[in-house]
């Protein structure tokens, strides 16, 4: 049997839908660590059947609890919105038709101030799993089952074998990478998912390199 | 290995082990968990089933836009203070199965079992019978493994999704995996434990998803009751050494094909069964919409 008993028996979560409530949570929340702006507005764009069921399902708490780092068995989440009161972040939701997008999807626009810092898209695609899609318009396809890289680079020759070759220094097994560019020779970004979680040591030598803008990182 | 029911049961026969113990074994080696982690996480998850399970007797899970609070403290209480048609254990188990379904729509803390829709059976059959025959921890333990094991073989050839095979694919197998479980705990055989996945299945055979309003409230909350009952029905004819005389695994091919075969308006979308009544349409409205 390849099925884990614990597929069956769990997850335990904050009710009612594992994929309109605890996957709701878990987007918003990869979401804000692959970008980690400081930001104190927040937007959240609801496609479809996130804009249809949403609020019966609890997304809306679910989305921002997500975005304040609670994880989806946090039984606060359905304060969320007291929470984000107290930590003066202001959100807002509206209805978007995200095109081709899977049914229960969203469009987070991060702020500071009047400023728009970024905009992720992703999906809650059942069960609690979710992608994300797009990370201010690179395109991405990151589940939050790895340990994760997102990193922002220069568009240049050796910067991908610069940051492979920290990577195995470090013996760090590569499961997945894709890399992305908006424009020749300006900027590019990387997605890598990791089979062992991610050193901090890894993350300041990285930074040192000044054609890597920023690194963002899931660790599990 | 075993990837369906009859293979699980020869295997208990061929090394003559308990239906739970091989279970555990398949875990261990697909987790490269040892067994004390392995039953120290099913621990973790039956306290979050108790504690669902009894948090809405005593206060009403009272929330925006919830259309069932109060109905299992409501429950609890006409035990306590009537004499029922079905006696404690069974008005018991239903109370448990209401909480828990009450707290999951109030967006309280719930394990999902195999689903967050149909997270109240096992816990209200499980504590229920382990409550009424004095059961110990171990017990316990080796009926929920029963009853994911269970669940796994089913998610494996059919599915535990409404949305993919109506309610008998979400509560229904929840009903089989908890009178499989209550079969463990009672002290049957791993066959009888079959028959009793096999005939709760049965009974179901069929029932479509119809949330009002696609909301996981109504009817769900009173078929978790309804499946809750139904599980230990089908346990105790087991016990008594009925057989279903279809083999389990062809029990579970059969629904996973009505699944396939209900239509889409009777898979939780909300546009059929009570869910498309007139007085449905109107409790399904209240939600805001953006």
């Known amino acids: 049997m390849n099925i884990s008993i614990f597929q069956v028996a769990g997850p335990v979560m904050i009710g009612p839908s594992s994929s309109h409530t605890a996957g709701a949570v878990r987007l918003a929340r990869t979401a804000s660590r692959l970008v980690n702006y400081e930001f104190d507005y927040v937007t959240f764009g609801l496609h479809a059947s996130f804009a249809e069921t949403g609020t019966g399902h609890g997304t809306d708490k679910a989305l921002v609890a997500g975005v304040l780092g609670l994880m989806e068995d946090d039984e606060n989440i359905i304060n969320a919105f007291y929470l984000a009161d107290k930590r003066n972040l202001r959100y807002k939701f509206y209805k978007i038709n995200l095109e081709g997008m899977h049914e229960n999807s969203v469009k987070i626009t991060f702020y500071k101030g009047d400023k728009q810092l970024g905009i992720v898209c992703g999906s809650s695609i059942g069960g609690g799993e979710i992608t994300i899609n797009q990370i201010d318009g690179y395109k991405t396809e990151i589940r939050d089952e790895y340990p994760t890289l997102f990193i922002r680079q220069r568009d240049k020759e050796g910067i991908i074998s610069f940051i492979t070759s920290i990577l195995s220094e470090y013996k760090i097994n590569i499961a997945t990478m894709k890399v ?10 990387c997605v890598i ?7 901090e040591e890894i993350i300041y030598r990285l930074e ?4 890597i803008y920023s690194v963002n990182t899931i660790n599990m | 290995m075993y990837s369906n029911i009859k293979e699980l049961l020869i295997l208990t026969e061929k090394e003559n082990k308990s239906l739970s113990e091989i279970i555990l ?3 261990i080696e697909l987790s490269e968990r040892n067994k004390e982690e392995i039953l120290d996480d099913m621990w ?3 306290e979050v089933m108790v504690n669902s399970a009894n948090k809405a007797l005593f206060e009403s899970a009272d929330s925006e836009g919830n259309l069932i609070a109060g109905i299992a403290s409501n429950h609890y209480n006409y035990i306590k203070k009537s004499e029922s048609i079905c006696g404690s254990l069974i008005n018991m188990a239903m109370a448990r199965a209401l909480s828990c379904s009450e707290v999951n729509a109030s967006m309280g803390k719930i394990c999902a079992m195999p689903t967050a829709g149909s997270c109240g059976i096992v816990p209200a059959v499980i504590i229920s019978v382990a409550e009424e025959k004095n059961k110990t921890k171990e017990e316990i333990l080796k009926a929920l493994l029963v009853s994911s094991g269970i669940g796994a073989v089913i998610t494996k050839n059919a599915t535990v999704s409404g949305a993919e095979g109506g309610c008998q694919a979400e509560c229904g197998v929840a009903a089989a995996m908890a009178a499989a479980g209550a079969v463990e705990l009672y002290g049957g055989t791993p066959q009888m434990a079959a028959e009793a996945c096999g005939l709760a299945l049965i009974n179901v055979m069929g029932l479509i998803c119809d949330p009002i309003g696609g909301l996981v409230q109504i009817p769900c909350a009173q078929r978790n009751a309804s499946q809750a009952v139904n599980a230990l029905l089908s346990a105790d004819l087991a016990l008594a050494g009925m057989k279903c005389r279809i083999p389990t695994d062809e029990i579970i091919e059969a629904m996973y094909r009505v699944g396939k075969k209900l239509p889409m308006e009777l898979r939780e979308t909300a546009l059929g069964g009570i869910a498309a009544t007139k007085t449905g349409k109107m409790l399904g409205n209240f939600c805001d919409k953006y």
């Open chain 1, 193 to 199: 998912e990791l089979d062992e979680k991610i050193p």
């Open chain 1, 208 to 211: 040192q390199n000044r054609d």
């Open chain 1, 180 to 189: 992305s560019r908006m424009k020749k020779k300006e900027n590019a970004a």
């Open chain 2, 25 to 27: 074994l398949n875990e």
């Open chain 2, 44 to 46: 973790l998850r039956y």
